[in-house]
């Protein structure tokens, strides 16, 4: 697990709908490629 240090913008897999990952929460990075990450926030992934 990871904590996010600031609000993060994301997009929910697969229909893209935008959200924010708040500050101090806890992800689970599921995927890295480059500089994009898929994480699993409160049970929805993310990208």
Do not use: K
């Amino acid at each position: 697990m990871v904590v996010a240090q600031e609000d993060c913008p994301a997009r929910r897999v697969p229909d893209g709908t935008p959200v924010t990952i708040p500050r101090d929460s806890f992800v689970s990075i599921t995927q890295a490629l480059g500089g994009n990450y898929t994480v699993v926030h409160q049970g929805q992934m993310l990208r």
